[in-house]
């Protein structure tokens, strides 16, 4: 019996076995969670995921590009029909262009700015409304930001934009939930290894300068998002909502 035995998820934005939701899927796994996914429509993603997924039982894994408002309302319908409720959600989805990321900040286009907050912000927001009538009981919603949001880190420009609107998304959102004992909280993660990562220049020495600001003095393990992901979907953090906590070896708390 583990925390999460009987209760269903969702997870959107498993890419592959580096995504920050597989290590969240993991955790939720080795605490008896019942766990659907979603991929990108195209067959590459679908067969990465499949492969992941698969051995572990998966029921519902669909395609959904969060752009689509048909694609997201197909997946939660299939989430009533397949679990009947929805006791959680992940949602660790973000894209940008990265052309447009190698770019100044100031000379992102009018397209490239709507497409990355469409698919990195507003995207929680369209899950969210779908999700909630299946919470019939409360649930609880994760999603991943990074510190960017909050100050500068040069290169990631607009993703630094996207993770602001999506933090205080998660503000409004307790707001509008919590009438529903539905909580959303978000995770600001240490910069990881993984495909989207690689769309940010300079990453590397992102990293390099985490090590030696954060206070623990390394990067953070892809476990360790997903035990603070454990708490923020489990009852451990009942009088939580609207927060968004940060896992990152202490690195935001130091100025120099
Ligand atoms: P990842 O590439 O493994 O995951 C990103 C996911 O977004 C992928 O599964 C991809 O399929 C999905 N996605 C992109 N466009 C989509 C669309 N139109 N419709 C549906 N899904 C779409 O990389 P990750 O690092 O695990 O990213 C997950 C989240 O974590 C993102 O929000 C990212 O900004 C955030 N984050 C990452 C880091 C890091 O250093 N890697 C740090 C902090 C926050």
């Known amino acids: 019996m583990g925390v999460f035995t009987s209760k269903t998820g969702l997870v959107m934005g498993v890419a592959n076995d580096r995504s920050i939701a597989w290590a969240i899927s993991e955790a939720l796994y080795q605490q008896g969670a019942e766990l659907g996914f979603t991929h990108l429509p195209s067959p590459s993603s679908q067969r990465r995921v499949r492969r992941l997924v698969e051995p572990r039982g998966a029921r519902l894994i ?103 609107a999506l933090e205080h998304s998660v503000r409004y959102l307790a707001w509008d939930l919590g009438q529903q004992k539905i909580r959303i909280n978000a995770i600001s993660a240490g910069p990881m290894r993984t495909l989207s990562a690689a769309g940010i220049s300079g990453f590397d020495r992102i990293r390099d300068h985490f090590t030696q600001k954060a206070p623990l003095g390394r990067n953070v393990e892809p476990s360790e998002l997903g035990t603070t992901a454990l708490y923020l979907l489990s009852d451990q953090s009942d009088g939580v909502t609207g927060e968004t906590i940060h896992v990152d070896c202490g690195f935001s708390v130091v100025g120099i």
């Open 62 to 164: 669909l395609p959904c590009d969060v752009q689509s408002d048909a694609d997201v309302a197909r997946v939660f319908d299939a989430v009533r029909e397949t679990y009947g409720k929805l006791d959680f959600l992940v949602h660790s989805i973000a894209f940008a262009p990265p052309q447009e990321l190698r770019n100044p900040y100031l000379q992102m286009s009018r397209e490239g700015w709507h497409l990355a907050m469409d698919i990195s912000a507003y995207s929680l927001l369209a899950a969210c409304r779908a999700a909630a009538p299946l919470m019939t009981a409360g649930g609880a919603i994760v999603t991943i930001s990074y510190y960017g949001g909050e100050k500068v880190i040069p290169g990631y420009n607009v993703m630094g934009v996207c993770k602001a």
